[in-house]
């Protein structure tokens, strides 16, 4: 199975569990980068994007031309929704028929805030639904407890791309 993990992250979280799922699935890494949050004012400009939900100007970082049977796609909740880089992404799309996967990383610490709300956005986002999707929390990445958590995530996954399934 020829799998790729692509992935956004602002401050690292979503970039760690992105590298251990890579890791499980013997995938590809790939990355959305977004240079307009890094330059002056990007701090400004992300905060208001996340009000207007205007998309910004997003590069993928991946291997030229590869073709995937699986792309896993993440990156951080903001504001109870996708991250605009991240839907931004996931509206492209472009992944020549491979089947989907999502998963998010947040606080996860407050009910006003709920994951689960970006990950059904994510789900409307795409015409192919994905084939699973996992929320990973700020307190699972800082213990470490995620790296068992994207082990079976990764076993999922494997699952639901076996001929059997
Ligand atoms: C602008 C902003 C909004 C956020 N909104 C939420 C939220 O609504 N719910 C939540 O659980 N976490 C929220 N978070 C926390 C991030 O989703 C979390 O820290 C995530 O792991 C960051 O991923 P990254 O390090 O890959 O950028 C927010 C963080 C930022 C910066």
Known sequence: MNSLVLYYSNTGNTQKVAQVLATELGADLGEITCDQYLSFPGRLLMALDVFTRRRPRIDLVVKPSAQ???????????????S????????????????????????????????????????????????????????????????????????????AMSPAA
Request: aromatic share 8%.
């Open 84 to 159: 605009l880089p991240l839907a931004a992404a996931i509206e492209r799309g472009g992944f020549g028929g491979a089947a989907l996967a999502h998963f998010v990383t947040c606080s996860g610490t407050s009910p006003k805030w709920p994951p689960e709300r970006a990950i059904a956005e994510m789900e409307s986002l795409s015409d192919v639904p994905p084939l699973a999707t996992h929320i990973f929390r700020e307190a699972g990445i800082a213990s470490g407890a995620f790296r068992q958590e994207a082990a079976g995530f990764a076993a999922e996954l494997r699952a």
């Open 68 to 82: 995937y049977d699986l792309v896993v796609i993440g990156g951080p909740v903001w504001a109870a929704r996708p």
